[in-house]
């Protein structure tokens, strides 16, 4: 993975999948449903990363588990926008995510598949690779089904070996598994860092107070993302809440991801924390508003980042 690549950022996807997404007005339940155009593309988190990335810039390694059969049609996506491909085949097909987005409304419906099984030498091989890779390494998504989850924190804390910074963007029992690796920065959103904490989080005191308990268990950058409220943002000393601006609603798919996109390059770059926050905040926004089945521009995220609210807390 080393020596080929100018790429400064990784993404490692354990569990990557087809995104079948189908637009339609409105979903009537039990009655045939016309969709006037489908689009199947290679996703999962970390995917969505490298392409976001892209966007912004910045070349990224892809890693992580990938259905053997599916190997060709994901480089076939990705290397054209010069992400660089470096997947750990296993056998079988990746699974196939299904995502009914409602144009009146913006309703998502996600019907998401469990995945293909890691096999026993999967994960030994996968950090072979991981030896080489980046300084800066996004791991975003959910297990394969019956990755014991000690295997899966021994990964987190073999990437973090060697000083690697670890931008962690996983839910449940994976996300709290992560944390003793101590991740760089990690990017729940509201109920996901409720789960991890066992306690629901109300109101934006609460948010708070649970993203420095993060910081005091070893975590460098929190951030907590709230949907349309914006998101909190625990960067060093700096503590923000930045809100997106004004925006038409296309689809919340992927908001996350391009948050995360926007957090990596930020690092990559040496942001300091308002510049940082923004180029996050633009990410998401452009990703929630751009057209039917497009990629946000990179102007409308320049665009955007620029007029976002931040507050200082
Ligand atoms: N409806 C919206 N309008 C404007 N901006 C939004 C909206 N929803 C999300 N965003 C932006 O995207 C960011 C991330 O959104 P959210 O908190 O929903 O992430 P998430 O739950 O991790 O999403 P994902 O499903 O991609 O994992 C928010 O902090 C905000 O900046
Ligand atoms: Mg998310």
């Given at each position: 993975?080393?020596?080929?690549?100018?790429?400064?950022?990784?993404?490692?996807?354990?569990?990557?999948?087809?995104?079948?997404?189908?637009?339609?007005?409105?979903?009537?339940?039990?009655?045939?449903?016309?969709?006037?155009?489908?689009?199947?593309?290679?996703?999962?988190?970390?995917?969505?990363?490298?392409?976001?990335?892209?966007?912004?810039?910045?070349?990224?390694?892809?890693?992580?588990?990938?259905?053997?059969?599916?190997?060709?049609?994901f480089e076939a996506f990705l290397r054209p926008m010069g992400?660089?491909?470096?997947?750990?085949?296993?056998?079988?097909?990746?699974?196939?995510?299904?995502?009914?987005?409602?144009?009146?409304?913006?309703?998502?419906?996600?019907?998401?598949?469990?995945?293909t099984a890691a096999t026993a030498d999967a994960i030994p091989?996968?950090?072979?690779?991981?030896?080489?890779?980046?300084?800066?390494?996004?791991?975003?998504?959910?297990?394969?089904?019956?990755?014991?989850?000690?295997e899966w924190s021994g990964l987190m804390q073999h990437l973090?070996?060697?000083?690697?910074?670890?931008?962690?963007?996983?839910?449940?029992?994976?996300?709290?598994?992560?944390?003793?690796?101590?991740?760089?920065?990690?990017?729940?959103?509201?109920?996901?860092?409720?789960?991890?904490?066992?306690?629901?989080?109300?109101?934006?005191?609460?948010?708070?107070?649970?993203?420095?308990?993060?910081?005091?268990?070893?975590?460098?950058?929190?951030?907590?993302?709230?949907?349309?409220?914006?998101?909190?943002?625990?960067?060093?000393?700096?503590?923000?809440?930045?809100?997106?601006?004004?925006?038409?609603?296309?689809?919340?798919?992927?908001?996350?991801?391009?948050?995360?996109?926007?957090?990596?390059?930020?690092?990559?770059?040496?942001?300091?924390?308002?510049?940082?926050?923004?180029?996050?905040?633009?990410?998401?926004?452009?990703?929630?508003?751009?057209?039917?089945?497009?990629?946000?521009?990179?102007?409308?995220?320049?665009?955007?980042?620029?007029?976002?609210?931040?507050?200082?807390?």
């Amino acid at each position: 993975m080393a020596g080929d690549t100018l790429a400064r950022i990784g993404t490692v996807s354990l569990n990557p999948a087809f995104d079948l997404t189908i637009p339609l007005e409105r979903l009537e339940p039990g009655e045939v449903n016309r969709a006037a155009a489908t689009e199947l593309r290679p996703a999962g988190k970390g995917i969505n990363v490298s392409v976001m990335l892209s966007i912004l810039g910045e070349p990224s390694v892809a890693t992580g588990l990938l259905g053997a059969e599916d190997v060709a049609a994901f480089e076939a996506f990705l290397r054209p926008m010069g992400v660089i491909c470096r997947f750990e085949p296993v056998p079988g097909r990746c699974r196939i995510n299904v995502k009914v987005v409602e144009t009146a409304g913006g309703r998502v419906t996600d019907i998401n598949s469990p995945g293909t099984a890691a096999t026993a030498d999967a994960i030994p091989a996968l950090q072979q690779r991981l030896l080489t890779a980046p300084e800066l390494m996004v791991v975003s998504g959910s297990l394969p089904p019956g990755l014991p989850l000690g295997e899966w924190s021994g990964l987190m804390q073999h990437l973090a070996a060697g000083g690697r910074r670890i931008i962690v963007d996983t839910s449940g029992p994976a996300f709290g598994a992560a944390l003793p690796a101590k991740p760089f920065l990690v990017k729940p959103n509201r109920s996901e860092l409720a789960a991890v904490l066992g306690r629901p989080l109300v109101g934006r005191e609460a948010l708070l107070q649970a993203a420095l308990e993060l910081q005091q268990q070893g975590v460098r950058q929190v951030v907590v993302s709230d949907g349309a409220e914006g998101a909190l943002f625990l960067l060093g000393d700096a503590r923000l809440w930045v809100r997106p601006p004004p925006v038409p609603l296309t689809t919340t798919v992927g908001a996350g991801d391009a948050m995360v996109a926007g957090l990596a390059a930020a690092l990559a770059r040496g942001h300091d924390a308002e510049a940082a926050a923004r180029l996050a905040t633009g990410c998401a926004a452009a990703a929630v508003s751009r057209p039917a089945s497009a990629l946000p521009a990179a102007a409308e995220i320049t665009r955007l980042a620029a007029a976002a609210h931040i507050e200082r807390l």
